[in-house]
C-alpha cells in the first residue's frame, strides 16, 4: 500500500470511528429545525411599513413613526422577524453564499408581497456597490429578487437603480448615521428613466433594520419618474434595539 493510501485508510477509520461517537448531522434536518423556530409576519401590522401590530386595530392604520415621519414608499412587508432564530438563515445565505433555501425565500416574499406584486411593472434588487460585489461575488438581494421574479409574472430588472457611492456597513450605526451614510449613494442611470416612468416597482432587500436603505432608493425611484415603490423584504430587525445591531 502506498504512503497516499495508507493516508486515506487512516482517515476513513478515524471519520467511522467519529460517526460513532458523533452521529453526522443532517443539514437539511437541521434547517427544517431553524424554519420551525422562525416567526413569520403577517397582518395585523401598520398599512404602511408593515410594523407589526399585538392586534387588528382596522384596515389602513399606520404606526406612531410612519405618521410623525411618512415614508417615501407606499409599503413595505418583510416575510419574517430577525431574530435568534431566523439569524442564522440569513447569515448563511447573506454572507456565507448558501443558497439552498433561495426558492423557500422567495415564496415567503411572494406571501408577503401578494398584493403589491399583482400590479407590479418590475422587480428590482437593492444594489450593492461594484467594490462590495467584487468582495462578495454576489448581491444578496439581486438572487431574491430573481427568484422572486421566477415565481411570478414580473420581470427582474437589475440595471435601472445603482449604488454610486461605496458606503461603510449599516451595523453598528444609529438610525440617523444609517441615514446619513445612504444619503446620495444611490443613483438612476439615464438610460432607466424612461423604463421608470410611470411604473410600478417592487425593490427587494434581505433585511430591513431602520428603513433607511430602502427610503434612499424609493426616493431616487420616486424623483425618477416610478409611479410608486413598494418594499419586500425577507427579514426585519423589530426590537427597539436595532441602532446596535450588526448586520
Ligand atoms: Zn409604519
Not at 408593515?50 to 392604520?61: A, I, Q, S
Not at 399606520?62 to 414608499?73: D, E, F, N, S
Not at 421574479?149 to 427582474?156: L, Y
Request: net charge positive.
Amino acid at each position: 500500500m502506498k504512503g497516499r493510501e495508507v493516508l486515506i485508510a487512516i482517515r476513513q477509520a478515524i471519520r467511522f470511528c467519529l460517526d460513532i461517537v458523533l452521529p453526522p448531522i443532517d443539514p437539511f434536518q437541521e434547517d427544517e429545525k431553524k424554519w420551525k423556530d422562525i416567526c413569520f409576519l403577517e397582518a395585523p401590522c401598520c398599512a404602511q411599513c408593515g410594523f407589526p401590530f399585538e392586534y387588528d386595530v382596522g384596515e389602513g392604520v399606520q404606526c406612531a413613526a410612519c405618521l410623525v415621519h411618512p415614508p417615501r414608499y407606499s409599503t413595505a412587508r418583510s416575510a419574517m422577524v430577525y431574530d435568534d432564530a431566523s439569524r442564522p438563515l440569513v447569515l448563511a445565505f447573506k454572507h456565507g453564499g448558501k443558497t439552498d433555501n433561495l426558492s423557500k425565500f422567495a415564496a415567503q416574499l411572494r406571501r408577503v408581497g401578494r398584493h403589491s406584486l399583482a400590479d407590479a411593472d418590475y422587480i428590482i434588487p437593492v444594489p450593492l456597490h461594484t467594490q462590495r460585489l467584487i468582495k462578495r461575488r454576489y448581491n444578496q438581494s439581486a438572487l431574491l429578487a430573481r427568484a422572486l421574479a421566477k415565481i411570478t409574472t414580473v420581470p427582474f430588472h437589475s440595471n435601472l437603480l445603482h449604488r454610486v457611492r461605496a458606503t461603510p456597513s449599516q451595523g453598528g450605526q444609529s438610525a440617523a448615521g444609517r441615514k446619513r451614510n445612504v444619503q446620495g449613494a444611490f443613483s438612476v442611470p439615464e438610460n432607466g428613466k424612461a423604463q421608470l416612468k410611470g411604473a410600478n416597482i417592487i425593490l427587494v432587500d434581505d433585511v430591513m433594520t431602520t428603513g433607511a436603505t430602502v427610503e434612499a432608493c424609493a426616493s431616487i425611484l420616486l424623483r425618477s419618474g416610478a409611479k410608486r415603490v413598494d418594499v419586500l423584504c425577507l427579514a426585519r430587525v423589530i426590537r427597539k434595539d436595532v441602532q446596535t445591531e450588526s448586520i
